[in-house]
Nanobody, 121 residues
């Protein structure tokens, strides 16, 4: 059973920081690439950041580059998204996802339930 559980969302003022965490409670994806996506109201789901299973390879979307950092701890089965200098346009539901593969060049088939991030101006 897939159990990707996101925590850390909430309400923050513009310029503030939040750290999202996703726990793989099944332990099934310790050697799989993981990612964070976000979905704004009325829009599709967009990839924000990806990390390979080793943590060596990462991808950060241009819209958040220099502000967001993705990391993982395979011993704890967690992947995190550190979000700094938040902007109102970062407001979205953020989803954790896991791939069937270890590298970052593939799609994501497994999803968490999402956590709301709201940035006030």
């Amino acid at each position: 059973q897939v159990q990707l559980v996101e925590t850390g969302g909430g309400l923050v003022q513009a310029g503030g920081s939040l750290r999202l965490s996703c726990e793989d409670r099944s332990g099934r994806f310790s050697q799989n690439a993981k990612a964070w996506f976000r979905q704004r109201p009325g829009e599709g789901r967009v990839r924000v950041a990806t990390i390979s299973w080793t943590g060596i390879d990462t991808y950060i979307a241009d819209s958040v580059k220099g502000r967001f950092t993705i990391s993982r701890d395979n011993d704890k089965n967690t992947v995190s998204l550190q979000m700094n200098s938040l902007k109102p346009e970062d407001t979205a539901v953020y989803y954790c996802a896991a791939s069937d593969y270890g590298g970052i060049g593939y799609g994501f088939a497994y999803w968490g339930q999402g956590t709301q991030v709201t940035v006030s101006s």
